[in-house]
């Protein structure tokens, strides 16, 4: 477009550039076509010429300045009305010091328009609104001559000992229609109750619901309990906040002040509160040691937690640790400087004689040999001889190869070849400490392979997410000689069929280049790489980003005809895993397994919602609660089914079963859900007697009045932690073992029949508590984690079991013949939570239904209780995390494994402890020569 016709706006008004040169002074005085017929003075004008404003921008005008005096207006009464250091926001239209706002126009406009009516105008619909609230009242205030709505409960909500009577909480409305919730005159939420030119109801309701009965003031806690609890602590914690107004009390600064109470006997405490004086008990609580027990945190080699320790004492342990640092710093100084001038050698002829000794003991000793073995075969037969003499040649080839390595690599050259025993020996050292080995290397008594060989050997431990091949046909090797030498031993030969084992960990993310392959470490798997899970996601994402893994789902595989163990995948997750991710995991490594000739027929695991969920679409199709069968036929109501089909291999039945570790746990939990302003309040009967944990407790206070008198404790190991359980004490297995083991059975049925005292009153509830404990001691202390291996359906772990059960098939039998009983509501507070109880007859009807089915099929085996535990593979977690030197993130996590399957593969796996426990779980391993990736 040429710029001579190109039109410009002044004043709103759109003109030619023509027009502007004849309204300049001096300007053509030529009429133009407008002006013909009329007056040519008329039709020149003044000089300049006023341009004329559009109707819109008028109006855009006359809203601004109309907004601007009700916006100082409201400023004015807001500053009369609230202090100056708790003015509420205004949304942004105050003014920031130093800062120009820009105004939308349109904005100014809407709201101009939704401000057009007043508190007069909607002042009769208000206070009929508000009489539908029968708890509520109205009440007309004045502030700073203007005319409010007040609105508050007909009651006060503090009472004399807290200032009162009072209400603390009103509803304010101004003049312009806006109201606000505030607590002691502090804003705690804000809405405009004009909407549209209308009155609305709904912005009005959200405010006035709390000032419902729910809703309390939050109290916090007295001085008086503060000091109590606080009596150790030598500082103040910095999220405490002390008040005077309008009643003294310690709050947390992050106090809601005006709260919804969940159930009638919760504090009068926000959560917020409540969380602060626990948080102040445990300080107080690791405040309460000896001088000595407060040095030995702040040394240097703690292991005491530092976010813990009081500043000060943070202060002292970074000073300490400084201190011993130049210390060790220098006596490895020291030491280096003596092992510079110190020189060990070993003569030719001492080397020569240990290669020899061996070879003189077959050479010259061979009858005193053949008297061993046949004392062997004397005491144990024929195939332990040809064992011992097996074991014998491959020791005495084991020591032959290594003493030919120490001579013939001498030199040390690149090019020197190493034997299977040689690099055994290496490893052994170098997964323990890089720098050890290689400081044993460069003494030079030993001749060992250099650690690139070592990395390069250990690399074909790197497994990727998902099966390995390699590691499956591996395992299978060794399996194939493991079944020989069981058979050669005069035992009966591994079945090949196994549990499968999973549980997930979570871990930090993080994410690594690797330089060497190119390829990024520690990201999570997508959908395109979790090939089998295509039918489960439907489609693919094309656009996915990749993030680091947070979570780990390891397999294991246990046979249950031998001691032999594998440790299968494992797979990667972004968040926590649902249950197609765990479906899809759980087929692809059933699928894995069987292939090279591992066959599942038990699966194993925890109690999580993803599980059960995956255990119940596995079996039934079916997701959701386990109903009741009403059927009056049905001999057994609560009858489920736990098993499906090995898709591998129809044959077989696939049992679910839940650790039942972790089910030990959840039933202690419950019952300490039972305790006063617990969440449950169990009861025998609809209309029984309540009973619970209070029962625990007192058994606690008379432990504690025999070792006031010098008594023996009838319950040695009883902890108050265990008693007053914290998160962590709930988590661990131990501190629930013990509430169902004899020592605490006794204690109760001693309390209730007594010798030579008169019986006690709360008999009857400890009587329900007693039998609640003896039913779990029956599921899980002897039966499902019992010692005992199950031959027949009539030993003693498969009786226990049953009878155990039956006590809460009993229990909830009874609860049913109230019409008014919901197991599977959220209120209900007379039993078990509909999850527990669904896990208890999942892991029940598994365990039992595995020992019919495998018993029936494999005549003359047995099953041990304690290989069907979830616990292996926390075991496994446990080392990693030791191998990754106490923090297991996405990237050391697969070097952790591969360290743990070197070790096997060296060591084996030895019991951590001769007494035998819930996490004694040996894991066996065969050794095979290595192979290089």
């Not at 806006?178 to 804000?190: D, G, R, W, Y």
């Not at 020569?352 to 037969?381: Q, R, W, Y």
């Amino acid at each position: 477009m040429d710029s001579s016709t190109k039109q410009q706006v002044v004043g709103g008004i759109r003109r030619s550039p023509r027009k502007r040169e004849r309204e300049r002074p001096g300007a053509s005085t030529t009429p133009t076509r407008s002006t013909q017929g009329q007056d040519p003075a008329a039709a020149l004008g003044p000089a300049r010429v006023t341009p004329r404003r559009s109707p819109r921008l008028l109006q855009r005008e006359h809203i601004i300045q109309r907004l601007r005096s009700k916006l100082r207006e409201k400023a004015e009464l807001q500053a009369s009305e609230y202090p100056s250091e708790s003015l509420p926001s205004t949304s942004g239209n105050t003014k920031t010091p130093g800062k120009r706002r820009k105004l939308d126009l349109g904005q100014l406009e809407t709201a101009g328009e939704t401000d057009m009516i007043t508190l007069v105008d909607i002042r009769t619909q208000l206070i009929l609104y508000v009489s539908s609230y029968p708890l509520l009242e109205v009440h007309d205030i004045m502030v700073a001559g203007k005319n409010f709505i007040e609105i508050h409960r007909k009651s006060a909500d503090l009472d004399v000992e807290h200032g009162g009577p009072l209400n603390s909480a009103r509803v304010l409305i101004s003049p312009h229609g806006q109201a606000s919730l505030q607590v002691f005159f502090k804003t705690i939420s804000e809405i405009s109750v004009i909407r549209n030119k209308t009155f609305c109801k709904q912005n009005l309701s959200t405010l006035l619901l709390r000032l419902s009965e729910d809703y309390h003031i939050c109290q916090g806690m007295t001085i008086g309990e503060y000091e109590a609890i606080s009596q150790h602590i030598r500082y103040q914690p910095k999220d405490v906040i002390k008040q005077f107004f309008p009643f003294e009390g310690v709050t947390s600064t992050q106090c809601a002040h005006w709260f919804k109470t969940k159930r009638s006997s919760q504090l009068m405490m926000c959560n917020k509160c409540i969380r602060l004086r626990a948080n102040i008990k445990q300080i107080d609580k690791r405040n309460i040691v000896s001088t000595p027990t407060r040095k030995q945190r702040t040394a240097h080699g703690s292991h005491y937690p530092f976010t813990l320790l009081s500043p000060h004492s943070q202060k002292a342990r970074l000073y300490r640790s400084k201190l011993r640092r130049k210390r060790d710093k220098r006596k490895i100084r020291k030491m280096e400087q003596r092992l510079r001038k110190l020189n060990v050698t070993l003569e030719d002829e001492q080397n020569k004689e240990m290669c020899d000794i061996l070879k003189v003991i077959n050479t010259e000793h061979g009858p005193a040999l053949d008297e061993v073995f046949s004392d062997v075969e004397t005491e144990h037969g024929r195939n332990m001889r040809e064992v011992v003499e097996q074991r014998w040649k491959l020791d005495y080839n084991d020591r032959v190869q290594f003493a030919a390595d120490q001579q013939k690599n001498v030199s040390g050259s690149k090019a020197n070849v190493w034997s299977t025993i040689t690099y055994r020996l290496a490893l052994a050292v170098f997964i323990r400490s890089e720098a050890a080995y290689k400081a044993l290397r460069s003494f030079k008594i030993l001749q060992l392979p250099s650690t690139s060989s070592l990395r390069k050997l250990s690399s074909s431990r790197l497994h990727e997410p998902g099966p390995v091949a390699e590691h499956l046909a591996e395992q299978a090797s060794k399996y194939q000689m493991w079944k020989e030498e069981k058979q050669n031993m005069g035992h009966k030969v591994p079945l090949g069929e196994g549990v499968l084992i999973f549980d997930e960990v979570k871990v930090i993310g993080k994410v690594m280049w690797n330089s060497k392959s190119h390829k990024f470490a520690g990201l999570a798997m997508t959908e395109e790489e979790c090939t089998s899970f295509h039918d489960i996601y439907k489609t693919l994402n094309p656009n996915l980003k990749q993030e680091p893994a947070e979570y780990f789902l390891q397999f294991l595989w246990r046979d249950l005809s031998s001691d032999f163990d594998i440790l299968g995948p494992y797979y990667t997750s972004i968040g926590t895993m649902d249950h197609k991710f765990v479906i899809g995991c759980l087929l692809e490594s059933m699928g894995a397994f069987s292939l090279y000739g591992f066959t599942v027929s038990a699966v194993v695991c925890d109690g999580a919602s993803s599980n059960l969920a995956a255990i119940k679409l596995l079996c039934t199709e079916q997701r959701g609660a386990y109903r009741r069968i009403e059927d009056p036929e049905e001999e057994n109501p609560h009858r489920i089914t736990a098993f499906f089909e090995n898709p591998y291999d129809p044959s077989i039945k696939v049992w679910c079963i839940i650790c039942p570790s972790h089910m030990l746990k959840n039933h202690i939990n419950a019952l300490y859900s039972s305790r006063d302003g617990g969440t449950k309040q169990f009861r025998m009967t609809p209309d029984g007697l309540r009973f619970g944990w209070q029962a625990l407790e007192d058994m606690w206070d008379r432990e504690q009045d025999r070792l006031a008198g010098g008594l023996i404790r009838v319950v040695p190991k009883l902890q108050r932690s265990y008693i007053d359980r914290d998160a962590w004490t709930k988590l661990n297995v131990a501190p629930a073992k013990i509430m169902q083991q004899d020592q605490v059975l006794m204690e109760l049925y001693g309390y209730m029949h007594p010798a030579h005292e008169q019986v006690a009153d709360d008999v009857p509830n400890v009587q329900c508590t007693y039998d609640y404990l003896r039913a779990c001691h029956k599921l899980y202390e002897q039966g499902t984690l019992s010692d005992e291996p199950v031959r027949t359906l009539q030993s003693k772990p498969v009786l226990n079991i049953k009878e155990g059960f039956m006590f809460f098939e009993s229990w909830i039998d009874a609860l049913y013949t109230d019409g008014n009983f919901k197991p599977m509501s959220s209120f209900e507070r007379r039993f078990l939570a509909w999850q527990t109880w669904d896990l208890t007859r999942v892991m029940t009807t598994g365990f039992l239904g595995l020992c019919e089915d495998f018993l029936g099929r494999h005549d003359g085996y047995f099953i041990a209780p304690k290989k069907l535990n979830g616990s292996a593979v926390e075991t496994l977690f446990s080392q990693f995390k030791y191998l990754a030197g106490g923090k297991l993130t996405s990237i050391n996590y697969v070097t952790a494994r591969k360290a743990f399957l070197i070790k096997r593969d060296v060591h084996g796996h030895k019991p951590t402890s001769a007494v035998a426990g819930y996490r004694d779980v040996p894991l066996y391993v065969r050794c095979l020569p290595f192979l290089e990736k």
